[in-house]
């Protein structure tokens, strides 16, 4: 089983960036993928962006290309999502999750344990 705990989250205006981060603790980090999942209010939770076990291989959704980043550092068992140019759409609850695997995936069933969340709230 991995514990993980997010952080970062805050209120920022359109436009502005914030660093989310997640520290994992428990299984051996290096070993499985990782991603982050948002869900705003009466909404889906939904994918945002995973990463591969060694960093090597990324995936985004397409309502996040190109402004937001993912990325991990193995040596301190922490993933990151680097979110830039931040729109009032963005505003949700933001989770990151342990993959079961350790190639990168969308699908929420793949991932087996989750974070308890961090809020983001952008304003226009």
């Known amino acids: 089983q991995v514990q993980l705990v997010e952080s970062g989250g805050g209120l920022v205006q359109a436009g502005g960036s914030l660093r989310l981060s997640c520290a994992a603790s428990?299984?051996?980090?290096?070993?499985?993928?990782m991603g982050w999942f948002r869900q705003a209010p009466g909404k889906e939770r939904e994918f945002v962006a995973t990463i591969s076990w060694s960093g090597g291989n990324t995936y985004y959704a397409d309502s996040v290309k190109g402004r937001f980043t993912i990325s991990r550092d193995n040596a301190k068992n922490t993933v990151y999502l680097q979110m830039n140019s931040l729109k009032p759409e963005d505003t949700a609850v933001y989770y990151c999750a342990a993959g079961r695997k350790y190639i990168a995936t969308t699908s929420i069933p793949d991932f087996g344990s989750w974070g308890q969340g961090t809020q983001v709230t952008v304003s226009s």
């Open positions: 428990g299984r051996t980090f290096s070993s499985y993928a």
